[in-house]
T-cell receptor
Framework: DAGVIQSPRHEVTEMGQEVTLRCKPISGHNSLFWYRQTMMRGLELLIYFNNNVPIDDSGMPEDRFSAKMPNASFSTLKIQPSEPRDSAVYFC??????????FGNGTRLTVT | GEDVEQSLFLSVREGDSSVINCTYTDSSSTYLYWYKQEPGAGLQLLTYIFSNMDMKQDQRLTVLLNKKDKHLSLRIADTQTGDSAIYFCAEYNDYKLSFGAGTTVTVRA
């Protein structure tokens, strides 16, 4: 079991650029979550997918953020255009319904 | 609504026991979790407890749940330097996991 795999581990980009974060959930898990972690706000749930369908995107900050899950083994979180206040660590997590979430190691995003 | 609170810092001597406390507000939470985060890493699931239990022990870890007071604690026996990390309490309701701000545990020699 390779765990939840996220890429890249670090991303540094300039304000206004598009950023795409990637996640491969654990095989067999049907739920996928994107979280954002900052010092000021802690861990925030951005979006939740169940069986590849977005169920709750109420945590997505604004229209600049979008997430997709085209199949059971891949998800992306895109920020376009990026802003300095988007700098954070973005975590992907997966689970089977009702079981504990397993987290990836995160993508540290820095927007200058 | 969901609101999970925990103290921000704990300093403990190596070999002593650590106790990390957490309070939550959602009485319909089905599970309560403890996660550990080391620097630069993701969140590692340590242990969890069903809401109909009041205690769970797993090697050096003991979880106590007081559902009436909505209070959860994690006790780490014989704390070691490798236990230095941030510990997050989280409540699970429906599909949502709501986290506390995390308790930074520092183990001193």
């Amino acid at each position: 079991d390779a765990g939840v795999i996220q890429s890249p581990r670090h991303e540094v980009t300039e304000m206004g650029q598009e950023v795409t974060l990637r996640c491969k959930p654990i095989s067999g898990h049907n739920s996928l979550f994107w979280y954002r972690q900052t010092m000021m706000r802690g861990l925030e749930l951005l979006i939740y997918f169940n069986n590849n369908v977005p169920i709750d995107d109420s945590g997505m900050p604004e229209d600049r953020f979008s997430a997709k899950m085209p199949n059971a083994s891949f998800s992306t979180l895109k920020i376009q255009p990026s802003e300095p206040r988007d700098s954070a660590v973005y975590f992907c997590a997966s689970s089977t319904t009702g079981s504990p979430l397993h987290f990836g190691n995160g993508t540290r995003l820095t927007v200058t | 609504g969901e609101d999970v609170e925990q103290s921000l810092f704990l300093s403990v001597r190596e070999g002593d026991s650590s106790v990390i406390n957490c309070t939550y507000t959602d009485s319909s939470s089905t599970y309560l979790y403890w996660y550990k985060q080391e620097p630069g890493a993701g969140l590692q699931l340590l242990t969890y407890i069903f809401s109909n239990m009041d205690m769970k022990q797993d090697q050096r870890l003991t979880v106590l749940l007081n559902k009436k007071d909505k209070h959860l604690s994690l006790r780490i026996a014989d704390t070691q330097t490798g236990d230095s990390a941030i510990y997050f309490c989280a409540e699970y309701n429906d599909y949502k996991l709501s986290f506390g701000a995390g308790t930074t545990v520092t183990v001193r020699a």
